[in-house]
C-alpha cells in the first residue's frame, strides 16, 4: 500500500510502460542520486565539514608542493603560489610534448593515473586532483610513479 516514486514505477494503469526501457526521460530524480547526495554531505561532516575538507586540500596540495621542491624536473604551471589551485594541481615537466603524452600513457597504461594529462588547452603537463576526497597516502604513492615515468620516458 505504500506509494512507489515515479522514477520505479513500471506500469501505469495496470499497464506496462515500454517507454522506461527504450530511454524515456522521467521527470523525477533518481532516489539512488538523491541518497548519494546525503552520503556526500554525511561523509563532509565527518571530515570536518568545510574547514576540515579544505585542510585536507590543502594538505594533499603540500604533498605536491614537496615533491616539486625535490625534483628540478617538474614544476607548477602557476609560479604564483598565490594563484595555484589546491583541487586541480597543474605541472610542467622538463620534456618535450610528445614525451609529456609518452608520461600520461605510461602511467595510465599501468594503471597508475587515469586522466592526468593537462587540459586540452593548457601547455603540455599534468592535471592532479587533490581535492578532499583524495587521501594523502595515495598522493604519496603516486609520486615515485611519477619520477618512474619521467626517467623511463626521458633516458628513452
Known amino acids: 500500500g505504500r506509494p512507489l516514486p515515479k522514477i520505479f514505477r513500471l506500469t501505469k494503469k495496470s499497464e506496462l510502460i515500454k517507454g522506461i526501457f527504450t530511454g524515456a526521460t522521467i521527470n523525477t530524480p533518481s532516489m539512488l542520486a538523491v541518497e548519494d547526495c546525503l552520503d556526500a554531505l554525511e561523509w563532509a561532516d565527518e571530515v570536518g565539514g568545510v ?47 610528445d614525451q609529456v603524452k609518452q608520461f600520461v600513457s605510461i602511467l595510465d597504461t599501468e594503471g597508475i593515473a587515469y586522466d592526468i594529462g593537462s587540459y ?32 623511463t620516458v626521458k633516458d628513452e
Open 51 to 97: 574547514p576540515g575538507m579544505v585542510r585536507r586540500s590543502k594538505a594533499n596540495l603540500s604533498i605536491l608542493e614537496q615533491f616539486v621542491a625535490e625534483n628540478d624536473w617538474i614544476d607548477f604551471l602557476a609560479k604564483d603560489p598565490a594563484t595555484r589551485s589546491n583541487t586541480s594541481v597543474c605541472l610542467s615537466l622538463d620534456l618535450e610534448p
Open 120 to 151: 586540452r588547452d593548457a601547455p603540455p603537463g599534468l592535471r592532479i586532483w587533490c581535492g578532499a576526497t583524495v587521501e594523502e597516502e595515495d598522493l604519496r604513492a603516486l609520486t615515485p610513479w611519477l619520477t618512474w615515468a619521467y626517467h
